[in-house]
């Protein structure tokens, strides 16, 4: 069975977001020339472990630069062709670039659930703070990764 794989940043002092659920202290690529070669590696198999990718509607939006991310070379190509779902109750569709649309689910639990059941490499949620939390709710994540940033001096959500 397919494992749902939650990963976050999270600043040191526990902050997962700001106010307006804005990650401006989350600044480093996965793949610039300053970036650690150990966390280079981590997130190469984090991706390499999942072929599907479920995010929020507010993560989508922030994520959208993503669908463009050429400069990422291998983890943007990666990324770029994970099968994506968006939990959404408003949007219609998620283009994705050039790359295939996310599909849009109005039941995020059930979708998770249905996914597991399939066959295939692990499931990864990528940010969206209310998702993951419903997700926790309702029993369905399995591995959880938070990746460490620095502490944020502004109002947030922790």
Not at 56 to 76: D, F, H, L, V
Not at 104 to 121: F, I, M, N, W, Y
Not at 138 to 158: I, K, M, N, Q, T
């Amino acid at each position: 069975m397919r494992k749902l794989i939650v990963q976050q940043w999270v600043t040191v002092d526990g902050i997962a977001a700001e106010e307006d659920g804005g990650l401006s202290f989350v600044s480093v690529e996965p793949f610039s020339e300053k970036t650690d070669p150990a966390f280079k590696a981590r997130v190469m198999g984090l991706i390499d472990a999942v072929d599907t990718l479920v995010l929020g509607a507010n993560t989508y939006a922030q994520s959208t630069g993503w669908a463009y991310a050429e400069e990422q070379g291998e983890y943007g190509d990666k990324l770029n062709n994970l099968t994506k779902f968006v939990a959404s109750s408003k949007l219609e569709k998620a283009p994705w670039g050039d790359s295939p649309a996310a599909t849009v689910t109005r039941d995020p639990a059930a979708t998770v659930r249905e996914l597991k059941e399939q066959s295939g490499k692990d499931i990864w949620l990528w940010g969206s703070l209310q998702l993951m939390q419903s997700l926790l709710d309702a029993g369905d994540a399995a591995r959880f990764g938070y990746r460490p940033a620095s502490v944020l001096p502004l109002p947030a959500v922790r």
